[in-house]
């Protein structure tokens, strides 16, 4: 809403909406017939636009800035939307408890793509230990993100113990696991209730979904843990190729072991023709998770 709606009425703008973001010719049409500037998506959408059958025969220069949340963006995506367009992604970071931004990229100057920027004015962030909630980590030490500003909400509506989960000390707990670097800059490495624990090590699922998202022939990715009696857990992922695109399981591993410690590669890889996702094309993890708990004898 902050970007796609209360920006451009500050600006003025005119807004352009697409009724349902999973049509991609509908938002490549919009761009082209309207000359679009500006563009808020979420990760899944730029990537869509990015395999649009006739990408090469449209038009998108028109396209100045884009505004990318809700979910980690791979690198080689970023990189090869700007090519497309010439425009520049801005990554943040924001929630509804927060009204509902926390971070951000430079919309000029320095930025780190694959982060979610810095925290903007008045507002102040940490990371702290996912095991007592407290005690802050160190310099690129993963910990829970929490965050405190003006913007933070005062409690959820009539539920007071659900409020005071997440809300302690005047510091919003998101639940979503970072890392800061030494300029300050935050990287979301994956949620905490998302985190795969194989033999006592942490695997974070957005840093495989990142490595697989890299290989030529993959689309997109989605990484869980499921349950194992020897490790507590192993990786599993599920795999979308690119439309005229081959790969086998054994090449997708190889790609892994190349880029990933050996405790973080998948232990199992699934081809599918598409991934579960929401109304925002978000993809949804836990839908996975169900049905591999539905496989495991009770």
């Known amino acids: 809403m902050t970007a796609a709606m209360n920006f451009p009425v500050s600006i003025p703008g005119t807004m352009v909406l697409i ?51 809700s979910a980690a963006m791979a690198e ?48 102040d962030s940490r990371t702290v230990s996912v095991d007592d909630g407290v005690t802050e980590t160190r310099t690129g030490e993963p910990g829970e993100l929490i965050i405190r500003g003006p913007q933070i909400m005062r409690g959820y509506w009539n539920m007071p113990d659900e409020t005071a989960l997440v809300l302690r000390d005047g510091w919003l707990y998101t639940g979503d696991l970072a890392v800061i670097d030494a300029d300050g800059f935050h990287k979301i490495v994956g949620r905490k209730k998302e985190m795969i624990v194989v033999s006592g090590y942490k695997v974070f699922p957005d840093e495989v979904d990142g490595v697989l998202m890299a290989h030529p022939a993959v689309l997109e990715a ?77």
């Open 222 to 298: 989605a990484t869980i843990g499921v349950p194992d009696p020897k490790r507590g857990e192993l990786v599993k992922s599920f795999v979308v190729l690119k439309p005229g695109s081959q790969a086998t399981v054994a090449e997708v591993l190889a790609f892994c072991r190349e880029n990933l410690a050996a405790y973080k590669v998948p232990r199992a890889i699934e081809f599918r023709g598409e991934l579960p996702k929401s109304g925002a094309l978000k993809i949804l993890r836990r839908k996975l998770v169900e049905e591999e708990l539905a496989k495991t004898p009770q």
């Open 19 to 69: 009724p349902d973001p999973r049509d991609v010719k509908a938002i490549v049409r919009a761009i082209a017939t309207h000359h679009v500037t500006l563009l808020p998506a979420v990760p899944p959408i730029f990537n869509a636009i990015l395999n649009y059958p006739k990408i090469g025969d449209v038009d998108l220069k028109s396209v100045k800035r884009c505004f990318s949340g």
């Open 76 to 123: 080689d995506v970023l990189r090869r939307f700007e090519e497309l367009t010439g425009s520049r992604i801005v990554e943040g970071f924001g929630l509804s408890e927060a009204s509902p931004v926390t971070h951000m990229n430079p919309l000029n100057g320095l930025r780190k793509p694959g982060t979610i920027g810095v925290p903007i004015p008045d507002t």
